[in-house]
C-alpha cells in the first residue's frame, strides 16, 4: 500500500529533508511562525494537553544571551540563524484544560493536581509537540536545526522560569551553504517493528 502524500511533500517532510547547520540571511517572518504554528496545534497531544512553548529570541541581545549557554559548536550556528526558537514545556498546562479539555474539566485537578504528574506529562507532550514543529518548519519550506547541545539550567533561568522547562533549541530559516553534514544511516524496518 502507498501513501497518500504527494511524493514530493515525502521528500520536503521526510526524505530530504535534513537537520540545518548553516541559513543565508533572509528573514523568518512573524506570518510564517504563525502559519507554522496554525498547522501543527492540530497534532495530537495526550487529553489535549498542549504544554509546548515557544520563546522566539530575536533580538541581538537575546541572541547575545542565549549563545552563551549554547555548547561551543553550537554557537556559531546559533549566532547566525535567521531566527532560533527556544521550545518548552510548560508544567503548568493543567491550567489550560478547562478550555482544551472541555468534557472534563475536572481533569485539571484530579489528573494533574500533582506537580511531578504535570511534569513528567509536560515534558512527553511537548516533545511530541516540538517534533510538530519541526516538521511545521519543513513544510513553511525552510529548514530546522534543532539543538539538545546546551546548558538546560542556563537557558531556564535566563529565558523561562520555574514553570517551564527547555526541551531544545531550533535554529530556523533558508538553508545556506555547505548547510547539511552527510545523511546517517537509518535502521531498518526489522529492526524496529516487531509483531506479536
Same mark, same amino acid.
Given at each position: 500500500?502507498?501513501?497518500?502524500?504527494?511524493?514530493?511533500?515525502?521528500?520536503?517532510?521526510?526524505?530530504?529533508?535534513?537537520?540545518?547547520?548553516?541559513?543565508?540571511?533572509?528573514?523568518?517572518?512573524?506570518?510564517?511562525?504563525?502559519?507554522?504554528?496554525?498547522?501543527?496545534?492540530?497534532?495530537?497531544?495526550?487529553?489535549?494537553?498542549?504544554?509546548?512553548?515557544?520563546?522566539?529570541?530575536?533580538?541581538?541581545?537575546?541572541?547575545?544571551?542565549?549563545?552563551?549557554?549554547?555548547?561551543?559548536?553550537?554557537?556559531?550556528?546559533?549566532?547566525?540563524?535567521?531566527?532560533?526558537?527556544?521550545?518548552?514545556?510548560?508544567?503548568?498546562?493543567?491550567?489550560?484544560?478547562?478550555?482544551?479539555?472541555?468534557?472534563?474539566?475536572?481533569?485539571?485537578?484530579?489528573?494533574?493536581?500533582?506537580?511531578?504528574?504535570?511534569?513528567?506529562? =509536560? $515534558? !512527553?507532550? #511537548?516533545?511530541?509537540?516540538?517534533?510538530?514543529?519541526?516538521? %511545521? /518548519? *519543513?513544510? =513553511? $519550506? !525552510?529548514? #530546522?536545526?534543532?539543538?539538545?547541545?546546551?546548558?538546560?539550567? %542556563? /537557558? *531556564?533561568?535566563?529565558? !523561562?522560569?520555574?514553570?517551564?522547562?527547555?526541551?531544545?533549541?531550533?535554529?530556523?530559516?533558508?538553508?545556506?551553504?555547505?548547510?547539511?553534514?552527510?545523511?546517517?544511516?537509518?535502521?531498518?524496518?526489522?529492526?524496529?517493528?516487531?509483531?506479536?
Amino acid at each position: 500500500m502507498s501513501l497518500v502524500l504527494d511524493p514530493t511533500a515525502q521528500d520536503l517532510l521526510f526524505r530530504e529533508a535534513r537537520t540545518a547547520n548553516t541559513f543565508t540571511d533572509e528573514p523568518v517572518t512573524d506570518e510564517q511562525v504563525q502559519a507554522i504554528y496554525d498547522l501543527v496545534k492540530y497534532g495530537p497531544t495526550s487529553m489535549n494537553q498542549s504544554p509546548l512553548r515557544v520563546t522566539l529570541v530575536r533580538s541581538p541581545e537575546a541572541r547575545e544571551r542565549l549563545v552563551q549557554h549554547m555548547m561551543e559548536g553550537n554557537r556559531p550556528k546559533t549566532a547566525a540563524a535567521p531566527l532560533v526558537a527556544i521550545l518548552s514545556a510548560d508544567n503548568e498546562f493543567h491550567e489550560e484544560l478547562p478550555y482544551l479539555f472541555p468534557h472534563f474539566p475536572e481533569a485539571k485537578d484530579a489528573v494533574f493536581g500533582d506537580r511531578s504528574v504535570r511534569e513528567n506529562q =509536560a $515534558g !512527553l507532550n #511537548a516533545a511530541l509537540q516540538a517534533a510538530y514543529f519541526i516538521i %511545521g /518548519v *519543513r513544510a =513553511a $519550506g !525552510l529548514a #530546522a536545526g534543532p539543538m539538545t547541545g546546551l546548558d538546560f539550567e %542556563g /537557558v *531556564r533561568k535566563e529565558f !523561562l522560569d520555574d514553570d517551564h522547562t527547555p526541551l531544545m533549541v531550533v535554529n530556523i530559516g533558508k538553508p545556506g551553504e555547505d548547510a547539511w553534514f552527510p545523511r546517517s544511516p537509518r535502521l531498518e524496518f526489522d529492526q524496529v517493528v516487531t509483531t506479536v
